[in-house]
Structure formats: structure tokens, C-alpha cells
């Protein structure tokens, strides 16, 4: 069945530097990726999302990259702040899914002042 | 705030015991996706319905069941409740159902078994 590994489970990191968590999905036919924010207590926030037809995109700090062909895609965020600690999780869907989602186990990222 | 509601907020019982936990979509939304959240660990996905009628099934107990009402709201029931069922259940809506859809998660209903 779908599968969607994500790395690290934790990432602590100093204010300013960047922060990268990376996913492998198994189903080939995922088409969908997207990235959801969770504070704690709080419901998943879409931050940003990727279609299979793009490599990378962008959005202010936070960028996404795809490899279609080694079934990866990670986040990026640069110039990190403390407000960026939450648990990040990734998530794959594909076409006649009817769009579950399928998530990954979580990271955890801590940004110290 | 997503416009999407779930009610309650909080529910503590006893093992053996049932629940309904009750979410309103999105205005206009037409499906409704229910996730489960236990403790550490990611969201699995659990069942999906779209206007009415049940669309995809993921890992779902039997003890578990769901429906999607005429005016759209949804009732995930659960039943024979264990200590394991204990965690944070999302309800989610999207506009319809094709891939990329962005789906809007509501505030969750935090479930304690005893």
C-alpha cells in the first residue's frame, strides 16, 4: 500500500540557519505533495504544496523540491525564526485517490533563539 | 480559522463505551475526510465521504463507522471503546474530490479512554 517515509523525527536548529526534512513516497502513481505545519494542540496547516509536473517551488522562506524518479521531496526553510517550531508533516496523494492523504510519521523542529 | 467545525472539543469515557464525533464542513465543501492522531504519532487517514456517499477507506477499525449527512455534516461513530483508541481525531473538507484539492482541517476532538 502507499507509504510515506519522512526524515529526521526531530531537528533542532539556531535562529537564522536552514532546515531541511525529506520524504520518500512509495506509490508511483503520487502526484500530489503537500505540507502541513502543526502547532501544538492546534489543527495541520497547509504551508505550501507540489504537483508532480514541477520540480521545485517557492514561497517566501519555505521552498519544496521534487525527484520523481528516486520518489523523494523535501522542505526547505531558510533564515529560520522561532515561530517556525512546530511538527512539520509531509504528505503524498495521487489521482483516483480520490485526494486521502497520506502522511508521514512527523519532524519535530525546534529553532533556538 | 478554516470554517470548518467539530464538535466537542474534549471527550473523556470509559472503555467500552461509544462516542459520535460530529464535523461541519466548509461552506460549499462537498467532502469530508476523517484523520486520527494518536499520541506521537502522524495523522492516519481513516475514511472519506463526498456528498454524501463513502469515497475511500483507509485503515478503519470495524468498530468504527461513519456517515456523511444530506446537509453535509459527518459523524464518525466509534464504538467498544478501547484505552488504544485514546488520541486527537481531524475532521478535514475539500471542495471535491480530484487530487490536489487543498483540504481544510478542523479543530480536532480530543478523545480520552479510560
Known amino acids: 500500500g502507499e507509504n510515506v517515509e519522512q526524515h529526521p523525527s526531530t531537528l533542532s536548529v539556531q535562529e537564522g540557519d536552514s532546515a531541511v526534512i525529506k520524504c520518500t513516497y512509495s506509490d508511483s502513481a503520487s502526484n500530489y505533495f503537500p505540507w502541513y505545519k502543526q502547532e501544538l494542540g492546534k489543527r495541520p496547516q497547509l504551508i505550501i504544496d507540489?504537483?508532480?509536473?514541477?520540480g521545485e517551488k517557492k514561497d517566501q522562506r519555505i521552498a519544496v523540491t521534487l525527484n520523481k524518479t528516486a520518489k523523494h521531496f523535501s522542505l526547505h526553510i531558510t533564515e529560520t525564526q522561532p515561530e517556525d517550531s512546530a511538527v512539520y508533516f509531509c504528505a503524498s496523494s495521487y489521482s483516483g485517490g480520490y485526494n486521502k492523504l497520506i502522511f508521514g510519521a512527523g519532524t519535530r523542529l525546534a529553532v533556538h533563539p | 480559522d478554516s470554517g470548518v467545525t467539530q464538535t466537542p472539543k474534549h471527550l473523556i469515557t470509559a472503555t467500552g463505551q461509544r462516542v459520535t464525533l460530529r464535523c461541519s464542513p466548509r461552506?460549499?465543501?462537498?467532502?469530508v475526510y476523517w484523520y486520527q492522531q494518536s499520541l506521537d504519532q502522524g495523522l492516519q487517514f481513516l475514511i472519506q465521504?463526498?456528498?454524501?456517499?463513502?469515497?475511500a477507506k483507509g485503515n478503519i477499525l470495524e468498530r468504527f463507522s461513519a456517515q456523511q449527512f444530506p446537509d453535509l455534516h459527518s459523524e464518525l461513530n466509534l464504538s467498544s471503546l478501547e484505552l488504544g483508541d485514546s488520541a486527537l481525531y481531524f475532521c478535514a473538507s475539500s471542495e471535491t474530490t480530484g487530487t490536489g484539492v487543498e483540504q481544510y482541517f478542523g479543530p480536532g476532538t480530543r478523545l480520552t479512554v479510560t
Open positions: 507540489i504537483r508532480s509536473n514541477v
Open positions: 461552506s460549499g465543501d462537498l467532502s
Open positions: 465521504y463526498y456528498n454524501g456517499e463513502e469515497r
